[in-house]
């Protein structure tokens, strides 16, 4: 069975950093697209957005417009561990972050907890206030 389990949640100051983890079992990093996935306050039910994801190569990476230049995806593959960085965190940032393996492709809205093609961990929160 896959399972994702997010860590490094934290409440933080605007302007500050944290470094969130995802951390999958049963899982093979090598042919697995991975991605976070953010729901933030006023989001209701499958309601997200798609802030990073990167290949199973590792080579390919992509990031929202709204943290282009302060978010980092990356993955350690001997630790079957997924990170994302986080730099100059703005209270716009503040939600529930969620780690997902999708072998479906992406959706950029919506986060569809019932499917067969996306596992998803559990969620971690992230507090950034002004």
């Known amino acids: 069975e896959v399972q994702l389990v997010e860590s490094g ?33 006023g989001m209701e039910g ?8 990167i290949s199973s190569e590792g080579s390919t990476t992509y990031y ?3 943290v282009k230049g ?4 990356s993955q350690d593959k001997a630790k ?19 780690c997902a393996a999708a072998s479906g492709g992406w959706s950029w809205y919506v986060c569809d907890w019932n499917s067969t093609t996306t596992v998803w961990g559990q ?6 206030s002004s």
């Open 123 to 128: 969620g971690t929160q992230v507090t950034v």
């Open 9 to 41: 949640g934290d409440s933080v100051q605007a302007g500050g950093s944290l470094k969130v983890s995802c951390k999958a079992s049963g899982l093979n990093f090598d042919v697995a697209d991975m991605g976070w996935y953010r729901q933030t306050p």
């Open 70 to 73: 302060r978010f980092t995806i």
């Open 80 to 98: 079957n561990t997924m990170y994302l960085q986080m730099n100059s965190l703005k209270p716009e940032d503040t939600a529930v972050y969620y």
């Open 64 to 66: 929202v417009a709204s």
């Open 46 to 53: 499958d309601e997200c957005e798609l802030v990073s994801t």
